[in-house]
């Protein structure tokens, strides 16, 4: 294989129809951001659209912009514009709290599609905050449920007809590796069981077709490849055939069938509107559209397009040039089963990644040696992955990281 | 009486110790903005804040900010201010989600504190959010649990041995009546009965003091005297004596012991930080705080004094200039049983409310017939009540009010 120079990345940002999207971002100069699969950078247009919801309609037209700026529709409108990324219809999707809180929501409903059984399973390796909500909502109920944990080769073998709920996240956070939502969904549903996709790495950085895969529900998050902004609402899919009967359980005046009425008890809102709870905090959630917006003009295949080539060209890059640091591919070689992300197990992990953001690349860490970095493909360059990996190269051959003060940890990494 | 003049009002503000906090707000000329129980206005710091998040701590620091910035220590922090508003010590408040699931949250750790009994007792008329949450977990529990409904003259009588839990607003969002916390937090006590308080309409219009009280749980919002922005996250109290005894079942990173180690199963974190689930909307969250420490600069005696004076003229005035024209007062016209709001009732006061926002001055209508004005003492004149009076004295003596256009009736009101 030739070996790649920063001038062929150059001639490939050249050719990539997706190029002008990097400035509508704001990105420091020099700074190679791989940590979009974490907190997506902004949008330039969302410092515009805050500082128009703060003096504007906070500021100015105050009360009366529930009605005039839409704050009472946005919601909605935000989920139909995420449905147009995940293969969902308009009024599938809802945008309100977060994917915690969602995933209790949709948890369960599913369980209430399916009263008879009592098994929920997962994925014991996910991100351990679905875990969180699962558990929590099993001791709520009192061991009605039993909360079964097992790992990717397990999946199909624990689909029985004691199952009634299966859940998981499509991309791991980890090793990025992709499921079959398509396969998984059917083998499931040819059990009977509820299937919920936690699509927190998946929507904006591959197409997801929920509809195409008969998907039941799921959630997902705004502030990782949809760049809505730190800690920006999550959303929530259900499918139409399960509207009006699976309901969530935080009933709040904003999932009210008239929530003007002020009517003492509570009656669902129909469809996927009574999966909203209460008041949601419209600065974060108004700012989260535009990051939206900025996915509905641009072509979600030649988003995953992009993606591939420079997840693919950073596994050949470091393992070219850094094949003899000890860096271990945690994510798959086969671009099909690999999300936006590429992780490497290394012993140092902690400190590399460290030696990394001091020398301006941006990558993150998970315990206890992974080292995650995310492509963003709307503001990532082909010379940013030659850029980090030459950076990489220079950390492990000065034995920069060796340094004392990438050893000490932080609170957040 | 001597009739008051516009030039008293005037007088009045001259003397006014908290006149200077009105410069701090965003309010445009001429606008008698009397809906701050329902939005607060926007400090002007508010808009250089959220400037600051957005530009800098998202556009540049990126997810540095989580540290930099103090975006993890954020609900901690803003708790720990309001804590110093409503009688609660550093480490009992946090701030986070929105007030329905945190009442949801709340709900739950107080029925887990009294795992004997069944019986959830709440006021019927309150603001119906507040009912629908506590139905929703009741239908959740699968009957295990009694909802019953009484009304402000039943409470006292309500408290028996059967009684879990006893959920109430202090201040009732159409009168305006406070309820006396401490003889009703005593006699449920009394009764070994928890206690919930809601403080959606006290925190920021006036002391609270829960430990004075001997407050177990309360949960209020940000966006109404706090003045903390649209929809920003709401506040939870628990007690001391009751952490690590009462959980909620909202289980979610954010709540866990040791947030950053990912491990597979639960732990609640210590004290009130396990009341935490999931990433919260991080603009809404740092802009709230704005309004915060807005409150630690002010005399919350003064702030009580002059809501007193402030709703005591508003009804003199309106009885003394519309006196003919069919408004009844719903408000306690004891100041001390009156929160920072006046509520009148009349047959067309949707019509008027409409009329009245038209002709600049803004309150907010409630059916069936409750007209509702909110004074918020940091940013209302005394001119402001006169020239507000003064509005609907010509709306009602010309007949304005009757003009088609006023009864069509919007989304939102």
Redesign the interface.
């Known amino acids: 294989m030739t070996e790649i120079t920063r001038q062929d990345c150059e001639l490939m940002d050249r050719e990539d129809p997706l190029a002008s999207f990097r400035n509508e971002f ?1 990105l ?1 100069d020099g700074l190679v ?1 791989l ?1 979009g699969n ?2 997506g ?2 949008p330039k247009a ?2 515009e659209r ?2 128009e ?3 504007q ?4 037209d ?6 005039k700026a839409g ?2 529709q946005m919601p909605e409108v935000l989920g139909d514009k995420i449905a147009q990324l995940i293969g969902a219809e308009p009024g599938e999707v809802v945008v309100t ?5 969602n995933l ?1 929501k949709v948890l ?1 409903a599913a369980l209430s599609l399916n009263r008879s059984r009592d098994v929920i399973v997962m994925e ?2 996910n ?3 679905d ?3 699962v ?3 099993v ?3 009192g061991d009605q449920y039993q909360l079964k ?1 097992v790992e990717e080769d397990e999946i199909f073998d624990a689909l029985s007809d004691e199952v009634a709920v299966l859940c998981l996240t499509q991309v791991h956070y980890k090793s990025g590796r992709v499921l079959d939502m398509q396969a998984i969904t059917a083998a499931a549903q040819a059990q009977s069981i509820v299937v919920i996709w936690d699509l927190c790495h998946s929507a904006g950085a591959f197409e997801v077709d929920l509809n195409g895969c008969n998907a039941d529900l799921a959630i997902g ?1 705004t ?1 990782k490849y949809l760049n809505g ?6 959303f929530i899919f259900l499918a139409q055939r399960h509207h009006g009967k699976a309901l969530q ?5 904003w ?2 069938a008239a929530p ?7 009656r669902p809102a129909e469809g996927i509107l009574q999966m909203r ?9 108004a ?1 989260a559209e535009v990051g939206l917006d900025m996915f509905l003009r641009a072509d979600m295949r030649q988003i995953r397009e992009k993606s591939q080539r420079l997840t693919s060209l950073f596994i050949q890059l470091v393992e070219g040039r850094c094949g003899e640091d000890g860096f271990e591919l945690v994510s798959p070689r086969d671009a099909e089963a690999r999300g936006s992300q590429v992780s490497f197990d290394h012993e140092n992990g902690y400190a590399i990644v460290q030696a990394l ?1 001091a020398a301006g690349v ?1 990558g ?1 860490f ?2 206890p040696s992974n080292m995650r970095f995310g492509f963003t493909p709307l503001y990532i360059r082909y010379v940013d992955v030659w850029d980090a990996v030459d950076r990489l190269h220079e950390i492990m051959r000065s034995g920069l990281w060796q340094e004392q003060r990438f050893h000490q940890r ?4």
Chains 1, 2 share one sequence.
């Open positions: 704001e420091a951001y940590d974490s907190l950078a902004m969302a410092a805050a500082s919801v703060v003096h309609e906070w500021g100015k105050l009360i009366e912009s529930w009605n704050w009472f709290d977060s994917t915690g809180i209790y369960y014991g390796s991100f351990p905050t875990n969180y909500v558990q929590g909502l001791e709520q109920m944990f998050c502030y902004g730190p800690g920006s609402p999550a359980p935080l009933t709040g005046w999932g009210h003007f009425a002020f009517e003492r008890d509570y709870s209460g008041t949601q905090p419209i600065l974060s959630l700012v953001i941006v993150d998970r315990a932080g609170a957040v990494t």
